[in-house]
């Protein structure tokens, strides 16, 4: 199974241009200080990891520690039991 | 409008960051207060130069909606024109609350006002508003009866105790009893955004048609909360000649319209965007903070004010402050299109050839 970390990754960058113009984008970088991801792009992060990963994303689990940082959604992808999400 | 002796800091504080634009304030737990009469006479000034020696034109028209942001700009407009020179246009739809045209009607009489009525359901039904809304909730809740069921779409409640990200949700209150409510995906927010925003557009047909024949120009409704959080329709309610409200956070509305006699029904109003059946407050549908302390914990924001000091002044835990301007700054970034003109080539370091 592709590594979880790398399958993140290539989401955000195909999916919110705006993070390979932030000037330094890593796995820690904030999506929503950084701006690269909008309101709306909330929602799309939310659809690709409840469709890529077999999740279901609870409204009270919609929070930026789980969700503002590759190394956030690797974490939390762990609570929820997806192989291959180790930090 | 004073401060006592021991909010004299606080008045340090602020008063250094004043701008020039806005109105002063005094900030405090009281709000954000405002000399009434002198801003009306600033508000009223610049209506009048507006429209008389700038656009050149013989008047205004305002949409009234029954809401107070118009309520007050009709006040104000009147106040610096004249009634003859002010038309007022009511534009009601199907998911309308009745008392909207009944409040704006009124307003409009006690000002002694010409306004007109236009019902826009019957464009809004040709050109697909209702059908395109419908179908997508049928898709999410296939029992969806929209005769009889009330339906609306909200954001989590109350940002200040959550740090729920903004993720909107339908909610459907069932005429059979009994409520449903899922998460919208993207798409199908888009889909329920795109058919709903044609209400403010085709308002903005009529007063523009209005506005034209009578050679007037069209008066704003947006304040400065909604302007800075990007809360209107881009080219709906956002396309206007003038802006008289912008300046002014939505309490300072209040304040301006207690003080110049806006109706009572309007006054004492929850402000709605009064577009969906199911009935929704601004707050439930956009800002998730009450007004009085949105617009405390907004003013702190824009006028960079620390965090630590503004939760000590609004009696706020500091993370609360920090939820707050982190959903100012995401809204304000998102909406960024809104307040500027289209990008484009057209500067003077970007000639063709």
């Known amino acids: ?87 | 409008m004073g401060l006592a002796a021991g909010d004299v800091w606080w008045c340090v504080l602020v008063t250094a960051e004043v701008r020039e634009e806005g109105p002063e304030v005094s900030f405090d737990v009281h709000g954000l207060n405002i000399d009434a009469e002198s801003e009306t006479e600033k508000i009223c000034s610049f209506i009048e130069r507006e429209v008389y020696a700038h656009y050149k034109r013989k008047g205004v028209v305002v949409g009234l909606s029954g809401g107070i942001d118009s309520a007050l700009l009709a006040c104000l407009c009147v106040r610096a024109l004249g009634p003859s020179k002010v038309l007022g246009v009511i534009l009601p739809e199907r998911d309308s609350s009745p008392d909207s045209a009944k409040f704006a009607a009124e307003q409009a009489e006690a000002l002694g006002i010409q306004y007109e009525t236009v019902e826009i359901t019957p464009i809004l039904e040709v050109i697909g508003v209702y059908e395109r809304r419908n179908a997508v909730i049928r898709e999410l809740c296939p029992d969806f009866d929209p005769g009889a069921d009330r339906m609306k779409i909200a954001l989590p409640p109350d940002l200040l105790h959550s740090d729920a990200l903004n993720v909107f949700s339908l909610i459907v209150d069932r005429a059979v009893g009994g409520r449903f409510s899922c998460r919208l995906k993207p798409a199908e927010l888009h889909e329920i955004a795109a058919a709903q925003n044609i209400k403010q557009r085709t308002r903005m047909i009529h007063l523009y048609s209005f506005a034209e024949r009578m050679h007037r120009i069209v008066g704003g409704t947006t304040n400065r909360t909604e302007m800075d959080q990007g809360f209107f329709v881009k080219h709906g309610d956002g396309a206007v000649d003038i802006e008289p409200l912008a300046h002014l956070y939505k309490t300072q509305v209040f304040q301006l319209a207690r003080h110049l006699g806006v109706v009572e029904n309007i006054l004492k109003r929850t402000p709605s965007p009064d577009t969906w059946p199911g009935g929704v407050t601004d707050e439930e549908f956009y800002f998730r903070i009450p007004f009085d302390t949105l617009d405390q914990l907004l003013y702190a924001f824009n006028e960079g004010l620390d965090t630590i000091d503004v939760s000590k002044m609004l009696d706020l835990e500091v993370v609360q402050v920090e939820r707050a301007y982190r959903d100012f700054q995401l809204k304000k970034s998102t909406t960024w299109h809104l307040r500027s003109l289209p990008p484009s080539l057209l500067d003077s370091d970007s000639e063709a050839g």
């Open chain 1, 1 to 87: 199974m592709a590594n979880v970390r790398e399958t993140l990754r290539s989401f955000v960058l195909e999916s919110f241009p705006a993070s390979s113009i932030v000037s330094r984008f890593d796995d820690r970088t904030s999506f929503l200080d950084t701006g690269i991801i909008d309101s709306t792009g909330v929602l799309e992060l939310v659809s690709f990891l409840e469709e890529q990963f077999d999740i279901t994303v609870e409204d009270s689990e919609l929070v930026p520690e789980n969700l503002d940082s590759i190394d956030n959604l690797v974490r939390y992808l762990g609570t929820k039991n997806v192989p291959h999400a180790s930090p």
